[in-house]
């Protein structure tokens, strides 16, 4: 997968995806709105994600790049089918239906990879290596570095 940003219009929230460039401007699609961006030689040549292009901050986490609405129908439909199963008296059935949603979690989790993510402005790195000194997400860490005014900002 080649790598791609992913990351919201400071002006209209519309979503702005771009390619890594050694660029300096990016224009909004939607609203036409010109703003900085922060690229660096790591996002350029080693494809590493370091500060985030979008708000210039260093503080980012890593978690799977699965769409979460789809995960939580497949729980939801594991937990369905178990309570039918449930209310027909068959208790082997509705264990062997969560034990199948279980395995199904199982393999998405081992077969989707990872995205890197901001915690100030939710922008989003697919296809790019993973930087070792970003964890997985932190609700500490979001309450103290979310919604940070981007660098650069007056």
């Not at 400071?10 to 979503?15: F, P």
């Not at 995806?17 to 703003?35: A, L, W």
């Not at 210039?56 to 594991?78: C, E, P, S």
């Not at 989790?109 to 790195?125: K, M, R």
Request: contains cysteine; positive net charge; hydrophobic residues 40%.
């Amino acid at each position: 997968m080649p790598p791609i940003i992913h990351f919201k219009c400071r002006a209209c929230e519309h979503e702005v995806v771009i390619p890594p460039s050694p660029t300096e401007r990016v224009t909004c699609p939607q609203c036409k709105t010109e703003f900085q961006v922060f690229m660096n030689d790591s996002i350029l040549s080693q494809d590493l994600v370091t500060t985030c292009v979008s708000c210039g901050h260093d503080t980012l986490y890593v978690q799977k790049d699965f769409n979460r609405t789809a995960g939580m129908a497949i729980v939801g439909l594991g937990i369905a089918a178990s309570l039918y199963f449930f209310a027909r008296s068959r208790p082997v059935f509705a264990m062997g239906a969560l034990g199948l949603t279980a395995l199904i979690d199982f393999f998405a989790y081992w077969l989707v990879g990872e995205v890197t993510v901001c915690y100030s402005c939710h922008a989003i790195y697919r296809g790019f290596k993973r930087n070792s000194e970003h964890e997985p997400f932190d609700l500490k860490k979001l309450e103290k570095y979310g919604g940070r005014t981007p660098r650069g900002s007056p």
